[in-house]
């Protein structure tokens, strides 16, 4: 249970930030569109799946992958890559590729699925037409027929000579020959329309007519004008028909072709949509603006007031005074809970469920659940919420049309009188306590207007992280469980912020009695009306506050769907303009974030709680540097060996101020602990002794400073000092100098003179005093650990007092031969990679900086295309410039890759020989051993563990650091010939 309730805290996994520029992205799907035109498929694949790997969480890529995957005849793949994109939301575009793809992977039953959906809510389509026949043919259906948006019903597939039969609202209509009719003007307003062949339905055969009729849209202010945009997702190409009313009268909109954002659009990802932009001077002075639809009806953000109230700032001023108390008044007797719904009948009714269970008899007697039904949809949920008002567990008011939530809340608050009231959306879930514990800070204080429970997902009121809203797992006994944890860390507390959350807001009845109603005439649909509540109650006195003993979950980010970024940009333009400085007021809170301690109080208590529960026999800290790469690997391997010994492992990474804990077992729960140095110094030691910290492992001291030093220190224990690199006697890290390779190891002198010219690293520029601190950290360390020989050997000429510890961090498995040691893993190649062709085909795999040799691939693939070398290399992963590899022609970059498909991806590249063309002596080397395992012999500058490696093993071959290019390209040759493999093609 402690772990499901805090698994919805964990930090987010450590992956590679979508920050490549855009325009490698564009470039990479540029030649990939160029390579499909011209019929090489192979390559546009490879091309867009080098895009995804740069963008992964575009869907506009992704979209262009499956688009791509079908133009090269993997339909299959392209059916599963489109059913990713689609899985956010539906469009047109996407559910017609989804049909092809499903039909040419012969998927002929979901296929049917997904073209009756099609033909349903988005009409005929000349290009569907065959697929329809076909699906037909293998799925026994009678035939198809579509209605397209103007109105002409296409059907196919029947008997020769047969025609369809078509009821309008039952009632029968009679169709002409031909294969297509053009029904009555009046469809657009049937209820049902059903068209059967023999009595049976056929595909397609339940036209929607709302669907395909509609229009979305939206609007919303901007300094210059009135913005918006629309389209009929059943006619994406055709131009909406919007209307602009004013206090001018009425006249259409101009629209245009357009994006709204960089993204997504409601056409689908990286469609386009139809876009207006009306100047203000263009807009009547007063009253409000709409934008209609052709049947009247408003767009999303319609109607907006144009003459807003007078200006009020609220930063830098603090507030107001007037209104509040001095004296903190008598309870309310009564409180209100108001919880509006529309939809999602199951959140909804598990919201209801967990506030009537969470209230005890003495709190239930005077607590009144108040339920505002705005025009639900779905009538199951209707019935259940009349249901409950049968049986006195809720009051129920409805709304004959869907208003939004701020008049929902108006509705429900229109009799209040002397009460407290609470607003809680319902996709929240509550556990015991909440109610009491926001009640205790509402009266705490003379002057609190209303209060707010911490959550997963609360913007500034997010636990553990503000900056990274968590999902809600675990259900209400993760809520429960976190609930009491807050109560226990936090009871009782508050801290003051400038806003709270309109998800749980309890508003005390004598700030709602000052401050006045909401506004829906301002807030329209929802979002901000809550702000602008804390606002006015702010410029009268009030003050809001955080009750950091409370926890309440939420789904977070479920209202409105689709229209939830047109309305936020409405309204808090709408905010800004009311009370100017209201950005900054919400800024300056952030950072100066008051609720750190409280969340950080509450983190630890779920650290403490849930190592109690997990029966771990102590803990074991690692010390690393947060940075990634081969030394977190390393940190992930000790981590799971230490849970599988019965230990915690606690990873501990530096950040400017101090520390950051991080849970470090393979699952992590916990949520990052961050401690300043030396200032929490003490909380610190407390929660390590307090875990069973009873040993050190010293993985990486880069970016501590001697902050970890110090702490090793102040703990006093066992320490074991793993040797990752050269940091501690090289202040470049990596032996290499300023000629861009390996430097030789020069004296002190020398080394000066090289931190003189490229800097220090590590920090310290000093080399000497580097080797200092190093010596005496190896000399007080229990042991100290390398990778290999070759390590030992080293250290030893600049650490003689020291004996290391030979550990290698893989199993090479000398004995065996390179297929032997390949057949131990049976992982499939990849698709997606470049295909063959008469080259020779280098394979190089990893994050290709300057030490790793970008340097040495371009000058060999500058070298292999000036000579015409029958010679290419693919990167599987990213360099520090692709694009100068690129250009070569002889280059093709993967892009990063996780982990999991390092291997999948190597033996997708079909290669013939494995190049690691590393400057500096590596101490290890795990893209060596992905080549192996690909089946691939290496070919590696003769320095460092890798050559002692592919010397041990004979899986490859060393030539000297320094070789001409060409020398180098001419060997790759004849290497990749010598030893190449017939079942793939021969080398020119």
Same mark, same amino acid.
């Given at each position: 249970m402690r772990a499901t309730a805090a698994r919805m805290s964990r930090r987010p996994p450590h992956t590679t930030p979508d920050n490549v520029p855009e325009v490698e992205v564009s470039g990479a799907m540029r030649q990939a569109w160029r390579h499909a035109a011209d019929g090489r498929h192979g390559q546009a694949v490879a091309w867009m799946a080098r895009a995804g790997r740069m963008a992964s969480g575009d869907r506009a890529v992704r979209f262009a992958q499956a688009a791509v995957l079908l133009g090269a005849g993997q339909a299959a793949q392209a059916a599963r890559a489109v059913e990713q994109v689609m899985a956010a939301q539906e469009f047109r575009t996407g559910l017609k590729l989804l049909v092809l793809a499903l039909c040419g992977a012969g998927a002929w039953t979901r296929a049917a699925a997904a073209l009756e959906r099609f033909f349903t809510r988005y009409g005929f389509d000349p290009d569907l037409r065959g697929a329809a026949d076909l699906v037909c043919q293998r799925t026994g259906r009678p035939g198809w027929c579509a209605l397209a948006p103007d109105g002409v019903l296409h059907w196919g597939s029947l008997p020769a000579g047969d025609m369809p039969d078509m009821a309008l609202d039952g009632q029968p209509r009679a169709l002409l020959p031909g294969g297509s009719t053009a029904l009555p003007s009046y469809w657009r307003h049937v209820r049902e329309?059903?068209?059967?062949?023999?009595?049976a339905l056929l595909l397609g055969g339940r036209p929607d007519p709302v669907a395909l009729g509609a229009t979305l849209?939206?609007?919303w202010p901007d300094d210059h004008g009135l913005a918006g945009w629309a389209f009929m997702p059943a006619r994406p190409d055709h131009c909406p028909e919007l209307h602009l009313i004013d206090a001018g009268g009425r006249r259409s909109l101009t629209l245009r072709r357009g994006r709204v954002g960089r993204h997504d659009s409601a056409a689908g990802p990286g469609l386009p949509v139809w876009t207006f932009h009306v100047p203000w001077q263009a807009l009547a002075t007063g009253g409000s603006v709409r934008v209609v639809r052709p049947d009247g009806r408003d767009v999303t953000g319609s109607p907006l007031p144009v003459g807003l109230p007078a200006a009020r700032p609220v930063f830098p001023a603090m507030r107001g005074h007037g209104a509040a108390p001095v004296r903190v008044p008598p309870v309310a007797p009564r409180c209100r809970v108001v919880i509006p719904v529309y939809a999602d009948r199951v959140r909804t009714l598990a919201c209801i469920d967990s506030v009537l269970a969470s209230l005890d008899a003495p709190t239930r007697h005077v607590t009144d659940i108040m339920v505002v039904d705005d025009a639900t949809p779905d009538p199951d949920l209707a019935i259940a919420l009349g249901d409950l008002a049968a049986t006195g567990r809720i009051h129920l008011r409805r709304h004959a049309r869907n208003r939004g939530y701020p008049a929902a809340i108006c509705t429900a608050l229109a009799d209040v009188r002397g009460d407290d009231v609470v607003l809680l959306n319902s996709d929240t879930l509550v556990a015991p306590g909440w109610l009491e514990e926001m009640r205790h800070v509402a009266y705490a204080r003379a002057d609190t207007g209303t209060v707010s429970p911490l959550s997963n997902d609360a913007t500034i009121l997010t636990w553990p992280d503000p900056a990274h809203p968590a999902p809600l797992v675990g259900g209400l006994a993760a809520v429960r469980w976190l609930m009491a944890a807050a109560r226990r860390a936090n009871g009782g507390g508050d801290v003051e912020v400038p806003t709270t959350h309109g998800f749980c807001m309890f508003i005390r009845y004598d700030c709602l009695r000052h401050t006045g109603a909401f506004r829906p005439e301002l807030f329209g649909r929802g979002y901000g009306e809550e702000n602008d509540f804390c606002m006015r109650g702010r410029l009268g006195g009030w003050r809001h506050r955080a009750a950091v003993g409370a926890f309440v979950g939420h789904v977070g980010g479920v209202s409105f769907a689709s229209a939830r970024a047109d309305l936020l940009r409405r309204n808090i333009w709408i905010l800004n303009r009311l009370f100017p400085g209201y950005d900054a007021l919400v800024a300056a809170h952030i950072k100066a974030d008051p609720l750190r301690a409280a969340r950080h109080r509450l983190s630890v208590l779920v650290w403490c709680r849930g190592a109690a529960a997990a029966g771990l026999a102590g803990a074991v800290l690692l010390v690393s540097h947060?940075?990634?790469? #081969?030394? !977190?690997?390393? &940190?992930?391997?000790? =981590?799971?060996?230490?849970l599988e010994a019965g230990r915690l492992p606690v990873v501990l990474d530096p950040t400017p101020e101090g520390f950051v804990l991080r849970d470090g077992r393979p699952e992590a729960d916990w949520p990052d602990l961050h401690f300043a140095w030396p200032a929490q110094e003490p909380a610190l030691v407390a929660l390590l002794r307090a875990l069973g910290v009873a040993q050190v492992e010293i993985h990486h001291q880069l970016g501590h400073d001697a902050r970890a030093r110090a702490l090793c220190r102040v703990l006093a224990l066992p320490c074991?000092?793993?040797?990752?690199?050269?940091?501690g006697l090289c202040p470049r890290v990596t032996l290499v100098g300023p000629a861009g390779r390996y430097c030789g190891e020069p004296d002190a002198? #020398?080394? !000066?003179?090289? &931190?003189?010219?490229? =800097?220090?690293?590590?920090?310290?520029?000093?080399?000497?005093?580097?080797?200092?601190?190093?010596?005496?950290d190896l000399a007080g360390a229990r042991r100290v650990i390398v990778p290999s020989a070759e390590v030992a050997l080293r250290l030893g000429r600049y650490f003689p007092h020291v004996t290391p510890h030979v550990h290698a961090l893989e199993d090479d498995g000398p004995a065996l031969s390179l297929p032997h040691f390949a057949a131990q893993d049976v992982t499939a190649a990849a698709t997606g990679l470049p295909p063959r062709n008469d080259r020779c085909r280098v394979v190089i795999v990893g994050g290709i900086g300057v030490e790793k040799g970008h340097a040495i691939v371009l000058a060999a693939a500058r070298d292999a295309r000036a000579r015409d070398l029958p010679l290419e290399f693919v990167v599987v992963g990213h360099t520090v410039d692709d694009a100068a590899l690129l250009e070569t022609g002889r280059v093709f970059v993967t892009g990063h890759y996780d982990e999991a498909d390092g291997l999948a991806l190597v033996r997708g590249c079909a290669g013939d020989v494995g190049f690691l063309p590393a400057l500096w002596p590596e101490t290890w080397c795990f893209t060596l051993t992905l080549l192996w395992r690909a089946g691939l012999r290496a070919v590696a500058f003769d320095i460092g563990t890798v050559a002692q490696r592919i010397r041990a093993t004979g899986r490859g071959a060393c030539v000297p650091l320094g070789l001409p290019v060409h020398q180098l390209n001419t060997f790759l040759l004849s290497y990749a010939r010598a030893g190449h493999d017939v079942s793939r093609p021969v080398c020119s």
């Open positions: 329309i059903r068209v059967r062949h023999a009595g849209g939206a609007m947060g940075e990634g790469g #081969g030394v !977190a690997r390393v &940190v992930q391997a000790r =981590g799971r060996h230490w074991d000092y793993y040797v990752h690199d050269y940091a002198a #020398g080394c !000066a003179a090289c &931190v003189g010219v490229l =800097g220090s690293v590590v920090g310290e520029r000093d080399v000497t005093r580097l080797r200092h601190d190093t010596a005496r």
